[in-house]
Structures are given as C-alpha cells and as structure tokens.
C-alpha cells in the first residue's frame, strides 16, 4: 500500500506538467475526433449548424460507402506501391551515404556535406517545375517511377544516419577491418544492426511522409488508375458538392497503415529517442 501511495504522490510542480501535457495532447488530438465525428454522420449534419461535436445519428455506412463508391482498393494499394518503394530507396540510400560522411575520409567531405545540408533551406514547393520538367523529359510522367524517384533522394536520412553512425564506437569496426571485412560488409554486418532505431524512426517518417503526400503524386499522375489514396478521395469533390463525411471517413481509414506501422516500431522509436537524448547530453 505505502509503494502505491508513493506512486500516486505527485509535487505541485509535476501536477502542473502533467496537467499542462494533457492539455497540449487533447488540442493535438481534437483534429482527429473531429475527423472521425464528421466520418460517421450524415453531409448535411457535417455542414448544419450550430456545429455538434457528437452526430445526432451515426452512420457507419459511410466507411463502406467510402470504400466501395471509388476505386479505393486500387488508391490503397497504389499509395502502398509509393510509400513503401519510397521508404525502401530512402534507408538504403541514407545509411551509404551516411557512412560515407561519417566515416570515409576523402577531400571536400566537409565541404560537400555542408552544401548537401544546404538543401534542406530550399522549400520544396520551389522543386516542383524544375523536377516536373525532368521527368517530362525522361517520359515517366503517370508512371510510378515519376513519383518515387524525385522524392527518394532525400537529405535529412542522409545526415539522420550520419548523426547514428558518428555514435557508434570506432572500435568496432577497427577490429572487423583487422579481421578483413570490407567497407560494405561492415556496413551490412556491424552498422546497419546497431543503427535499427534510427532506421526504423527514418522509416516511419519516410513512410508516412510519402503516404500522406499530396501535390506531387497530383501533379505527375495524370489519369485515376495510377491515383494514390489522397489524390483519389479528392473524387468526392463534384459539381454537385462536396461529400465531406465520405472524405472524412475515407481519410480515417487512410490513417491505419500508419498507425499500424508506428505501432509496430514504438520500442525502435522510444529506444531511438532515449540514444538521442543520451547523445545530446554528452
């Protein structure tokens, strides 16, 4: 009994940052209440006022509605296709060339990397003609090619896994070289396994990043049947109106891959997070 009363003895100080946390995650969380409340109620509730925060009657047809009045199978799957081929180009490419920048010496790195950083500064709405013009000119517009490889090639990996690499001990891949493996089986075999919580953080950044992406995959595919899941439930936008509940309920059923996917790396991401912080205290 004294250990449970100890736990729940909190300090006014930590009561206020409880209290204080719980609010911030409430306003945080209120968008999507509001999304699933305006998903399981009639279009004319959605737009009636005064505005209610429950439905007066729920209807949970809208989710089937949602599913079957568009091809919303073939949006799921193709957003699939993007997200995930994305996600795969985007590890692979950052942890070599994170190594690279961490560990190999050769003239300019400094350099190099600091314009590579740079890039981050550019917003990426300005990328969207010169990027356009290219794959144009390559012929892969309304291709999946067109929408996963501008956005592959990424910077903030890049310097994610550099930030990883530089925390691992040298010494252990001093003693993998004695032992005569190469660059890239120390890589694969030593760096790589211990940087899986930084990979699988950059991971689900990538994944859901791409998932939700909306102007790109707009602007280069040109036709439904290649549509990912945000471009495509902008159908329910007509010229007899917006059919707001079935978008609503179509965006919360968007939602599951990525809460599916955060949750099955919570341990990577908490333990992430907690090597950061340890890092960033050193």
């Known amino acids: 009994m004294t250990t449970k009363r100890q736990k729940l003895h909190f300090t006014p100080a930590e009561l206020v940052s409880h209290v204080l946390l719980i609010i911030v995650a409430l306003i945080f969380l209120f968008p999507f209440f509001w999304?699933?409340?305006?998903?399981?109620?009639?279009?004319?509730?959605?737009?009636?006022?005064?505005?209610?925060?429950?439905?007066h009657q729920f209807e949970w047809d809208n989710f089937v509605r949602a599913w079957t009045e568009l091809p919303f199978g073939r949006f799921f799957l193709n957003s699939m296709i993007v997200a995930v081929s994305v996600t795969i180009i985007t590890?692979?490419?950052?942890?070599?060339?994170?190594?690279?920048?961490?560990?190999?010496?050769?003239?300019?790195?400094?350099?190099?990397?600091?314009?590579?950083?740079?890039?981050?500064?550019?917003?990426?709405?300005?990328?969207?003609?010169?990027l356009f013009l290219i794959v144009n000119a390559l012929g892969m517009v309304n291709t999946f090619q067109g929408v996963i490889l501008p956005v592959a090639f990424g910077t903030f990996g890049a310097f994610?896994?550099?930030?990883?690499?530089?925390?691992?001990?040298?010494?252990?891949?001093?003693?993998?070289?004695?032992?005569?493996?190469?660059?890239?089986?120390?890589?694969?075999?030593?760096?790589?396994?211990?940087?899986?919580?930084?990979i699988g953080l950059l991971s689900l950044f990538t994944f859901i990043g791409q998932w939700n992406n909306f102007l790109w995959p707009l602007i280069v595919m040109t036709g439904t049947e290649n549509a990912t899941l945000p471009v495509g439930l902008t159908q329910f936008q007509t010229q007899q109106g917006t059919q707001w509940n079935y978008i609503m309920a179509g965006a919360a059923l968007s939602m599951l891959p990525g809460i599916a996917l955060a949750i099955l790396l919570q341990k990577l991401i908490y333990k992430s997070i907690a090597l950061n912080a340890g890092m960033g205290g050193r």
Not at 94 to 106: E, I, K, V
Not at 123 to 129: E, F, R, S
Not at 186 to 191: C, D, E, H, K
């Open 160 to 198: 994610l896994m550099r930030q990883f690499f530089l925390s691992i001990p040298m010494e252990l891949e001093e003693a993998a070289r004695i032992d005569g493996a190469s660059r890239l089986r120390i890589l694969i075999s030593i760096i790589v396994p211990l940087s899986m919580p930084a």
């Open 35 to 55: 999304m699933v409340s305006n998903a399981v109620r009639s279009n004319v509730e959605v737009l009636a006022t005064p505005v209610r925060l429950l439905p």
């Open 91 to 130: 590890v692979i490419i950052s942890c070599l060339s994170g190594y690279a920048f961490a560990r190999l010496n050769f003239p300019g790195r400094d350099l190099l990397l600091m314009g590579y950083l740079g890039t981050l500064m550019v917003p990426g709405i300005m990328l969207i003609i010169p």
